[in-house]
């Protein structure tokens, strides 16, 4: 295989140690979980690598992801909530709160209050700055109101160091929290950090490789054996298709680095530099690493999550992973990896109904609040935008400028027009959700209410919350832009896989659907932090017994 987009990007980016030639994991063990804590947590978040995709592929893995899977392996965790998007979901795993709490409702929200023009805001960005909009913001960590494990651990011991590096920025701002030490994400064209951030050597090194790789062409990557029977075109329309991509990239292009394997390996690059130059784990306490390598999920968005292309990207993973973790071998610090995912993802329907799912279909253009709204509109005389949203799927926001009589009939006319479109599965107002309990229990079973409500918070979410049919894909035209993607209430957008390793460590296979916060206290347990404050929604899993919860 071409290992020219993981193997060699980090080789550029750490300059300051060699990689081992060898990635195959250790040899298997038997012995007991060790009982001192780790010096150094790595949480490793695959940007959409869904429960379906690990199963599909686990057994081809021999890099990083095989070692893995010599640990606790938890094959169907679950980001248990319906807002199935990167940021909420992010939120979730090192937090121990769903989004409900962690008021992460969304990549994007609509705020009627804000006094710019643009009403939308987005996540991980501080609205109030002046002349800004939810496209050209200033990163920030205030939508996210509760704490980080890293967060805790810093206040418990000052000296811990916590660090957060991503593709995206608010898959690192939500993993990483309020306070860090360091924390980069990828703007586009390079690497950067909040605003009088000074720059470590090792970003800038990291900066000039990935800089070098882009500027450079991309050859095809070769095609696995185990990739050769999805490499094969499917048509999406307007002359467009997906399925046979090697991710050749021209000279310069910015934008297909991202949705290719080459970008994972220089994320990963940089948090393998940073673990060297800050000496993360050789300190007093327990450090605290947070990565998020975002290549799988643009190459979903772009490429569909069962063709050639995402074949490969995994492949390619598997190998930058291993290269990564015999980097952390070198430094003989002991640590400890736990592996998840910010959501799952569905594939593109043109593709799903040739392999038998007749129902799978992309979302007509009149369930869009705008198109909606203006239905309404006319329908009772008002002459100013009465709905607002997103996408076609998800919150719905009434109008704050109408009389309290035009708002009833408005949010009325809404609930009907979307429920008896053939499309939509479930309809709820906001204060349905507000009066649904939290649901408990195996999320496997949870209604979609019960989802709904699990990233519901007032004041943020929609005034209706709309769910669209499973494999109804809210994109209408592909031809555009992206062809498929997640945010669904149902189990290819909810399921993800939870594997937790340490050298040492026994392995052992548990079917549970434990959950993405049950990360968090778990982690906590294992270093000895106690858990302060409001009850978080997630338990402690004891790796010792198979997936027990810790007395």
């Known amino acids: 295989m071409n290992r020219y987009a993981s193997v060699t990007a980090l080789a550029l980016a750490l300059l300051s140690a060699p990689i081992r030639a060898d990635t195959a994991p250790p040899a298997p063990t038997t012995s007991s979980a060790p009982v001192t804590p780790p010096k150094l947590i790595v949480v490793i978040s695959v940007d959409q690598f869904s429960a379906d995709l690990f199963g599909e592929y686990r057994t081809s893995f021999t890099g ?103 593709g995206k920025d608010r898959a690192a701002v939500m993993m990483g929290g309020h306070t860090v030490d360091e924390l980069w994400w990828w703007n586009g064209k390079t690497f950067v950090s909040y605003a009088g951030r000074a720059t470590p050597a090792v970003v800038a090194r990291a900066n000039a490789a990935t800089a070098a790789n882009i500027a450079a062409p991309q050859a095809a990557l070769a095609v696995p054996d185990i990739c050769k029977p999805r490499d094969r075109a499917t048509s999406v329309g307007g002359g467009k298709s997906v399925g046979d991509g090697h991710f050749e990239r021209a000279a310069g292009n910015a934008s297909a680095f991202r949705a290719s394997p080459a970008f994972d390996g220089a994320i990963v690059a940089l948090a393998a530099g940073l673990v060297q130059d800050m000496k993360l784990g050789t300190g007093p306490t327990t450090d605290i690493i947070a990565i998020g390598a975002s290549a799988t999920d643009y190459i979903g968005h772009t490429y569909g999550t069962e063709g050639a292309e995402m074949c490969i990207q995994l492949q390619q993973l598997d190998a930058t992973l291993g290269s990564f973790f015999s980097v952390l071998d070198t430094t003989g610090v002991d640590y400890e990896v736990v592996l998840t995912a910010d959501h799952g993802g569905n594939d593109i329907p043109e593709r799903e109904v040739s392999a038998g799912l007749p129902d799978a279909q992309r979302a007509k253009v009149d369930l869009a609040p705008s198109v909606v709204g203006k239905q309404i509109m006319a ?173």
């Open 379 to 551: 329908k009772r005389g008002i002459t100013t935008p009465v709905l607002f949203g997103d996408i076609p799927n998800g919150d719905v926001y009434v109008a704050r400028d109408l009389t309290p009589a035009q708002r009833k009939l408005v949010t009325a006319d809404a609930l009907a027009y979307y429920k008896a479109n053939p499309q939509v599965a479930a309809v709820f107002t906001g204060a349905q959700l507000a009066a649904t309990p939290t649901p408990t229990g195996d999320p496997l079973t949870w209604t979609i209410a019960q989802r709904a409500r699990a990233s519901y918070y007032a004041g943020r979410s929609g005034d209706l919350l709309v769910y669209l049919k499973p494999r109804v894909t809210p994109i209408p035209d592909p031809t555009r832009g992206y062809v498929a993607t997640h945010g669904s209430p149902y189990d290819y957008d909810r399921r993800v896989p939870i594997l937790f390793w340490r050298k040492g460590m026994a392995g052992f296979e548990h079917a549970a659907g434990i959950e993405t916060v049950d990360i968090m206290p778990t982690l906590a347990r294992q270093i000895g932090l106690r858990i302060t404050g409001p009850k978080i929604d997630g338990k402690c899993l004891d790796l010792t017994k198979a997936g027990a919860v810790c007395r």
């Open 64 to 166: 990083g992801l095989a070692r893995l899977q010599q640990g606790g392996v938890f094959p169907s965790g679950y980001q248990s909530h319906a807002a199935t998007e990167t940021c909420p979901g992010h939120s979730t795993i090192l937090t121990g709160f769903r989004p409900e709490h962690t008021g992460i409702i969304a990549n994007n929200w609509t705020d009627l209050s804000v006094a710019r023009a643009d009403k939308q805001v987005y996540c991980a960005e501080d609205e109030t700055v002046p002349g800004s909009t939810s496209g050209n913001y200033t990163v920030s960590d205030k939508h996210l109101l509760v704490s980080t494990l890293g967060e805790r651990m810093k206040a418990a011991i000052p000296a811990t160091r916590v660090v957060s590096v991503a």
